[in-house]
């Protein structure tokens, strides 16, 4: 087979970033900050909350992982103190918990939308509460780019006083009652990772709810120098912002984050047409009106019963031999090795979800070739079914 790869979700350049970049080296900006850093924060700001009643800010950083760690050394976390996370996510979600020697604890998924369980979540509170330690944040997950139940687990956050990280790492452009996801929570975590819906290379961004709290980020992300002529410091700072040059990239993909969205719905539609002519495999879609998801990547379900005994792994190996790549869901965390003795309170949602679902290609940049591989290649798997 040597045809070329079909990527699960593969950069996508828009064609404006190169002159942002080749600014910042006319201009000699090649420095984690500059005029691309703060057009950037403008334009991602300006995404989230113009079309909002709600007031907020952005600080651009390295990655995503650096602004979930900020977020928590913000809210004060640590060493001793228990965070509530969703167990099914990427590893980068739970281990800044770890950073600040706190203790994670991991929570189920719900089925509608793959995300944080609240049943499960008043539970882990309650259960904690009542051993002696109430949990200092929920770390929430916009998985796929599909919206958590934000009402319920908010009214939860609320009534128990414990303050909300969103990672909307996934979730660029997805909205919840017509409010975009990254404006929900005291802070909100945003990734430009190669891989995900707009890129810089690598990047990631924090939101905060006021400009005040965004300047006591970029502080401590700029290594917490005091105002003095020398370097002098008051508190342990890090060095997270993001370079002018990525920024660059970052400031020519904003122009095409809405086309970007667009792309990978109408990649979504194209599994929900395909699989709606196959037994037994469900295609997960938003449950009502309310979640808008850009479906950063597609997610399917087998029901082993019904597809004549097919199962993920089977598509996932026939899919590899024709060179397309799908990827079993994140492994959830309360099952990696690296966090075995963390406590978890579920009932095996995001267990049977790891075992029986796969991502499949959903990249804005497939062309219809690679849709018709693609769409071929599945239909072959299942072709002794019918
Ligand atoms: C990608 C991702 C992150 C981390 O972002 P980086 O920019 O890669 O550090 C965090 N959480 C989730 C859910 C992600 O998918």
Redesign the pocket.
């Known amino acids: 087979m040597n045809k070329d790869k079909i990527w699960l979700s593969s950069p996508h350049m828009g064609g404006t970033e190169q002159k942002f970049v080749n600014e910042a080296f006319e201009q000699n900006w090649v420095a984690p900050l500059g005029p691309n850093v703060n057009g950037f924060e403008e334009d991602l700001k300006k995404y989230l909350f113009d079309s909002s009643s709600k007031e907020g800010a952005v600080a651009a950083l390295s990655?995503?992982?650096?602004a979930?760690h900020l977020a928590l050394v913000m809210l004060g976390i640590k060493a001793g103190d228990e965070v509530l996370c969703q167990s099914m996510?990427?590893a980068?979600?739970a281990n800044p918990i770890a950073y600040q020697g706190a203790t994670p604890i991991f929570i189920d998924s719900e089925e509608k939308t793959l995300n944080l369980c609240p049943k499960h979540l008043r539970t882990a509170i309650e259960d904690r509460i009542s051993k002696g330690k109430k949990p200092k944040a929920i770390i929430a997950?916009h998985?796929y780019g599909m919206p958590y139940q934000v009402d319920e687990i908010n009214a939860i956050a609320k009534e128990f006083d414990i303050p909300v990280v969103e990672?909307a790492?996934?979730a660029l452009g997805s909205t919840y009652k017509g409010e975009r996801c990254g404006t929900f929570a005291e802070y909100a975590?945003l990734?430009?990772?190669g891989n995900?819906i707009i890129t810089t290379s690598?990047?990631?961004a924090l939101v905060t709810k006021s400009q005040s709290a965004k300047e006591k980020a970029v502080f401590l992300a700029t290594q917490a120098r005091d105002a003095a002529p020398h370097y002098q410091h008051s508190e342990i700072g890090y060095n997270y912002r993001l370079s002018n040059i990525s920024a660059g990239i970052g400031r020519g993909q904003m122009q095409v984050v809405d086309e970007r969205v667009k792309a990978r719905r109408e990649m979504h539609e194209f599994y929900v047409v395909l699989f709606s002519e196959i037994e037994g495999v469900k295609v997960h879609s938003a449950p009502n009106d309310d979640f808008f998801s850009n479906h950063w990547l597609s997610v399917i379900s087998f029901n082993e019963k019904k597809t004549g005994g097919i199962n993920r792994e089977d598509l996932r190996l026939h899919l590899e031999e024709l060179n397309i790549e799908s990827r079993p869901l994140w492994k959830p965390m309360h099952m990696q090795p690296v966090f075995k003795n963390a406590p978890f309170y579920g009932d095996g949602v995001a267990k049977r979800l790891f075992e029986n679902s796969l991502c499949l290609p959903s990249g804005s940049n497939l062309t219809q070739e690679e849709k018709d591989r693609i769409k071929a290649g599945i239909l072959s798997c299942f072709k002794e079914q019918k």
């Open positions: 990655s995503g992982t650096a979930l996510t990427f980068a979600s997950v998985l990672d790492a996934e975590v990734s430009f990772n995900k690598g990047g990631g």
